[in-house]
């Protein structure tokens, strides 16, 4: 969102209700729609836009900043507020952390020397740098690049002297095949994503990576889940079990077993997509917060994480306590386009719970962000949104919602 002076002023001013006034009314949201989606009535809303320099409830103003995107900091939460899927924190700190975030894991899985082993990093950390950029930048503007990216090391490990260069290589390969596949999916290719994790998968295989293999196994899991496809998640998720060995970190039972309550989800199971997410949320307590995601996870898996995954959920299952529980919490996670993926889970949890107006400023909020980074996806999700309401004489929010949804050529 944009930030303006007049926010900013209020923000010095420590006048909280009034950040959130003119955030709410840039956002073009009713008081009646935000309470919704905070779990305020109108005019509990209103009360707190008016009441200045005064004392606030921080779990309130915690809702508030989730729901509006409003950094944490201009509601005098934090010095730091979660965006973009880490921390943006004090300038000192703030280059350095970002830096080593994204070379690390690219650089720490090559410890031994030599030509074809510095060959393979470097073209792994070109992946990672894409796939950082990925959270600002329309799927449609890097796929070309990505897969240019995926042909230069294909040839590069097809000129491979040895076997043990030809894994390695065979390794980024995987990771560079799977970035493409999320971009497919996210412009909505079925298709061709399929076909890009199927061969991450056998170029995961060939690198003789079972931790690598299960993460790109779980990923077309993922994939077969959010298109609905209940029984082949539920496959895929077995087979990545199954590519896993003693040796796994504990971030990837965390991270498959929410992918299992995704793909038991899709498949209309209610009581096992409860109990894989109480099993991911338990494993992911004890992950070190501190400590460096281990490849082939570029950021952390988190409290937050499984939280989204509860959202995804309980919109597929069609249960809006678990959506409502869970929303401000998972919105704290994620980049702009999965945050307006969530939104719209989120409206869909609305929706269950008969909040109309809610429903459809959140899905009409996510649809902006679908056109401005031409997210097939998105938009594909926010139509799934507007035929799951069904009524002879929509309200004035709907109209507007299927205006909005009209005019979007991507």
Not at 134 to 159: C, F, I, K, Y
Not at 262 to 287: F, M
Not at 333 to 343: C, D, E, I, S, W
Not at 356 to 377: D, I, K, N, P, T
């Amino acid at each position: 969102m944009s930030i303006t002076p007049a926010v900013r002023e209020a923000s010095r001013a420590k006048d909280y209700g009034k950040v959130i006034e003119l955030v709410r009314k840039g956002a073009r949201l009713t008081q009646t729609q935000l309470g919704q989606a905070c779990g305020l009535s109108q005019s509990a809303v209103s009360r707190l836009e008016k009441r200045g320099a005064g004392a606030y409830a921080t779990d309130v103003l915690a809702v508030m900043a989730a729901h509006l995107d409003v950094p944490a900091s201009l509601l005098g939460l934090a010095d730091a507020a979660v965006r973009d899927g880490y921390e943006h924190m004090e300038r000192r700190n703030f280059m350095g952390g970002v830096a080593a975030a994204a070379v690390a894991p690219a650089l720490a899985a090559f410890p031994e020397p030599g030509e074809g082993v510095g060959q393979a990093a470097t073209l792994r950390l070109g992946t990672a740098s894409y796939r950082r950029l990925d959270g600002g930048t329309p799927s449609r503007d890097l796929s070309e690049a990505v897969q240019a990216h995926l042909r230069l090391v294909q040839t590069v490990s097809r000129a491979a002297s040895d076997d043990h260069q030809r894994a390695r290589l065979a390794a980024v390969g995987s990771e560079a095949a799977s970035l493409v596949g999320w971009l497919s999916w996210d412009m909505g290719d079925h298709g061709s994503a399929r076909s890009w994790y199927a061969s991450a998968i056998k170029a995961a295989r060939a690198a003789g990576d079972p931790l690598l293999a299960a993460y790109q196994a779980g990923s077309m899991a993922q994939f077969e889940a959010d298109a609905g496809n209940g029984a082949q998640a539920l496959s895929w998720t077995r087979k990545a079990r199954g590519y896993l060995d003693a040796r796994r970190p504990a971030v990837a039972d965390a991270w498959l077993s929410s992918v299992e309550a995704l793909a038991h989800a899709a498949a209309g199971d209610e009581e096992a997509s409860d109990q894989a997410l109480t099993k991911s949320r338990s494993l992911a307590a004890r992950l070190g917060s501190e400590e460096p995601a281990p490849w082939p996870w570029v950021f952390q898996f988190s409290e937050a994480k499984v939280a989204a995954a509860r959202v995804a959920c309980g919109a597929r299952l069609g249960l809006p306590a678990w959506v409502l529980d869970a929303d401000t919490k998972a919105l704290a996670t994620g980049h702009a386009k999965q945050r307006a993926l969530l939104l719209l889970d989120i409206a869909a949890g609305h929706l269950a719970a008969g909040r109309v107006e809610a429903a459809f400023a959140m899905a009409s909020r996510a649809l902006e962000s679908g056109v401005q980074y031409r997210s097939g996806r998105i938009v594909d999700r926010a139509r799934a949104v507007r035929r799951s309401y069904r009524t002879a004489s929509p309200p004035k929010v709907v109209r507007d919602f299927d205006e909005q949804l009209h005019d979007v050529y991507l």
